[in-house]
């Protein structure tokens, strides 16, 4: 999966499609994923990168990574090869 | 799990909408409540189980003596009469009898817990369409107030009174227009129409009864003092006019309930904690009514009030948790929580404030709130701005005192614990949790169907 080419993502955790004019608001972790896939990385790096990081465990990070793939579609923020 | 980690949370992507807001904001209700007056809110959940329902006997007081301050600084003679109800588990009704309050029932079954509880006969107040020859009976002999709602009544009082040579205290319901809609002319006997004045002329011309009050109820969840002004001055018309007619004093005038608490009605703009109006201002509109409609100073009739909501609304809260967390067809977040609107009826018409019961940043999620009963009508709410609850966390729902405790509906699983938090620093359990022997106990297994064999 990967993320629209042109969006905009801010430091504060403000997106913005120019493409459409949506605008999107993310919580730091959101912010981190998003960050992670705009620079190419994999779901599995991103996986671990979460478990590294974070106090979570596999599980939580499995169901809510889904969750929030989910949602990027939904909203029309990835494209797929 | 190595400190050096950052705190988690289920990551959140929000389209920002713009346009659509009102000049108030939205609300958001992350601010979480961790303790209901001294108590933790987890303790309370370890101790008793999840969902429970937990109600402060400091509120209750505080918001009684707020009540009873509102009426007696502007009214002589005021007296409070409990509303069963709203809320009979005995523990509750006791701490507003131990305030002073009288009873008011609206059943046999309410009427025997109230003598149960050690109300005095001539304390309870009886309402309601439906009492049976045995409920008259009890009370007539315990010289109970009798609220005559119907003719059909009147009449079969007035057997009563014949057959057992007593002579009842009764007062009649009265409905009226006072303003409101929709006007509750299903109770009692009407005002416009001359229905009211003229079972007042049966019930003294006939001579077997003791008319001694008049009872109004306008309706529910008001929000207009102003309607109690009209319908004390209907009242106190009626009062007048049986002094004038009959040489009668009218021992009480009551007012009934009604009283809005201040929880959010479904489709209101603005919060309830913002319209509702307070104890002073429905005083102020009942106790200026009163006094200025014309009756001399010892004809001035004692001012009863049955309000039930106002009084334990906000004193009642349910400590719940949440059972799972998932994504529905259009996107919006959905929360399963451990209990449904079987113990939650007022969900139906109440926006239910809920706060989660743990800390969290300041990220929030729009969410519908379902409970688990595995029915589609089984919403809590059907929008809630919370951060992002998981699995296992607790969440506290406010405002739940009156009416989800005596209209609980069980099904499917037992209905919840009742805990009173003491203001003696004490939890204390007022009903226990159910069991499965609970609900089977009146349930009898015909010979026949006690064996059964399942290849």
Known sequence: ?81 | MSNKKALYERPLIQRINTGLMNKFGTKTEYAPVTHIDTFSVKDLITQYGSPVFVLSERTIRNTYKEANRAFKTRYLKVQFAWSYKTNYINAICNIFHQEGSWAEVVSGFEYAKALKNGVPGNRIIFNGPDKTDEDLRSAISNNSPIHIDHLDELYRLTELAVEMNKRPNVAIRVNMDTGIYPMWDRFGFNYENGQAWDAINKIILGDKLELIGLHCHIGTFMLSPSAYATAAYKLSDLALGIKQKFNKHIQYIDMGGGFASKNTLKGSFLPGEDTSPSFDQFAEAICTALLNAGFTDKDLPLLILETGRALIDEAGYLLGSVIANKRLADGRRATILDFGVNIMFTSFWYNHKISPAQEFSSYTEDTVMYGPLCMNIDVIRDHATLPPLKKDDHVVVHTVGAYNMTQWMQFIAMRPAVVLLGIDGKTHLIRKRETLENIEMNEVMPEFLKDFKIS
């Open chain 1, 1 to 81: 999966m990967n993320l629209l080419k042109n969006l905009a993502i801010s430091d504060t955790g403000f997106v913005f499609n120019p493409a459409t004019g949506d605008s999107f608001s993310v919580n730091p972790i959101g912010l981190d994923i998003l960050k992670h896939l705009k620079d190419g990385k994999s779901e599995n790096e991103i996986r671990k990168h979460l478990l590294e990081s974070y106090q979570t465990d596999k599980e939580t990070v499995e169901k809510d990574l889904y969750d929030f793939f989910k949602m990027l579609d939904q909203l029309r923020l990835t494209e797929h090869d």
